[in-house]
């Protein structure tokens, strides 16, 4: 199991307001639990590829740039167990695993595919956000530099 991850929910407490309760960044808070698996790039990745059909292991571990096997059957049995894909083996030699969706893990593509949406709407203002940062950061960085060198 995950460190950080316990086998119970934990509902977080102390706060009678449900909003606030909603978004508590509390390590021990279910929601954030969930967050954090659901939201990790390989979930995200296993998510958006079982969309599409159902894989076998070999497949998703082929179309996944960079995944190890040990991380893949990680992040596979973490959405298993968290009821958001279904695993079927085949009684078969030599064995045959299918990963697939559940109806639960179909919406929460449906709610992926929105964010993936929104950053392909506004990836030209990020990037020239980012262009903007990184220019008045080497500015900021090459005033620093002179102040020290004027210091000594």
């Known amino acids: 199991m995950e460190e950080g991850t316990l086998k119970s929910p934990s509902y977080c407490t102390g706060t009678e307001d449900d909003q606030a309760r909603q978004w ?8 954030r639990q969930i967050l954090d698996r659901v939201a990790d790039k390989w979930s995200l990745l296993v998510i958006a590829l079982l969309d599409r059909r159902t894989l076998r292991f070999t497949e998703l571990r082929r179309e996944i740039d960079g995944i190890s096997q040990r991380m893949l059957t990680v992040t596979l049995r973490q959405l298993e167990r968290d009821g958001l ?4 083996v085949h009684p078969v030699v030599p064995p045959r695993v299918d990963y697939q969706l559940t109806p639960m893990g179909t919406t929460l593509h449906d709610t992926i595919q ?7 709407d506004h990836q030209d203002k990020i990037a020239a956000a980012r262009a903007d940062y990184d220019q008045r950061e080497a500015k900021t960085g090459a005033y620093e530099v002179q102040a020290v060198i004027q210091r000594q």
């Open 24 to 31: 508590d960044t509390r390590e021990g808070c279910e929601v």
């Open 85 to 88: 894909v279904r695993r079927t």
């Open 114 to 120: 929105a964010l993936v949406t929104w950053t392909e």
